[in-house]
């Protein structure tokens, strides 16, 4: 469902972010650079992105993958080395032991993980019943019943749900991940320091109050979003499994 509510402009790019603020307040590169535009449209970007995730955190919720390999094995958390993004937040953890085919588990295999604080197991012989996956600073280690008859390695036998860090935009063609509908809102909210610079009061003014109401806007529009099992999300392409808006999938950890 598309937000039918008030739109400016379709900013797709960071480029277009920029000429979008050049043009509505009549001014150019030789005034403020782009660099030191980028930065004023991070900062708003930013706001429009804390005001989503203050409603609904999911909707920057991503997925890692990686192999199962053997019993009591360590797996390194995302941290943005080029294989996943960094996380902002951990929501679970999910293993496929004894799947039917080792090398293509089914969805419905997968079972949630038990997290725990290593600190909390006093006896070293202790048994675990069911996965565990015991959280240290950069890493978890996986506890398995020793009954465990899992036909190691299971390809793709975990799944590390996060909310992932996401980065500033940098290059001109980056786009902002936000509600393709929302994209004007980061255009007026860095006119309200672009009319300051030009001592335009009444850009400003007016800058102020429509990125208020953007601000609200986006929030209530986030809180009524839905997984892509329940409705289809607008902006999100990747249609069918468990994925979410602007969720992205990384093979390795």
Not at 33 to 59: C, H, M, P
Not at 120 to 146: C, H, K, N, R, W
Request: proline share 6%; aromatic share 12%.
């Amino acid at each position: 469902m598309e937000y039918q509510g008030l739109q400016y402009a379709d900013s797709v790019t960071l480029q277009a972010i920029r000429e979008d603020i050049y043009y509505i307040g009549k001014c150019n590169a030789s005034f403020i650079g782009a660099n030191d535009l980028n930065r004023i449209i991070n900062k708003y970007y930013a706001q429009l992105q804390e005001a989503v995730r203050s409603v609904n955190e999911n909707f920057y919720m991503v997925v890692a993958t990686s192999d199962l390999t053997q019993a009591g094995q360590t797996v390194t958390y995302p941290d943005g080395n080029g294989t996943a993004p960094a996380y902002e937040k951990m929501k679970s953890i999910w293993i496929a032991l004894n799947p039917a085919n080792p090398l293509a588990p089914l969805d419905s295999e997968y079972e949630r993980v038990n997290c725990i604080d290593p600190d909390q197991i006093s006896d070293p012989a202790y048994q675990f019943t069911e996965p565990t996956a015991l959280l240290f600073g950069t890493y978890f280690a996986m506890a398995v019943s020793s009954m465990d008859s899992t036909p190691y390695p299971v390809t793709n036998g975990f799944k590390v749900y996060y909310i992932a860090t996401q980065d500033k935009l940098i290059n001109d063609t980056d786009t902002p991940k936000i509600f393709p509908s929302f994209h004007d809102a980061i255009t007026q909210g860095a006119l309200i320091d672009v009319a300051e610079r030009m001592g335009n009061t009444k850009l400003k003014a007016d800058s102020v109050a429509l990125f208020a109401k953007r601000l609200r806007d986006i929030q209530s529009y986030a809180s009524g979003r839905l997984p892509m099992q329940v409705g289809v999300v607008e902006g999100q392409d990747n249609i069918g499994g468990w994925t979410f808006p602007w969720g992205r999938t990384f093979n390795g950890m």
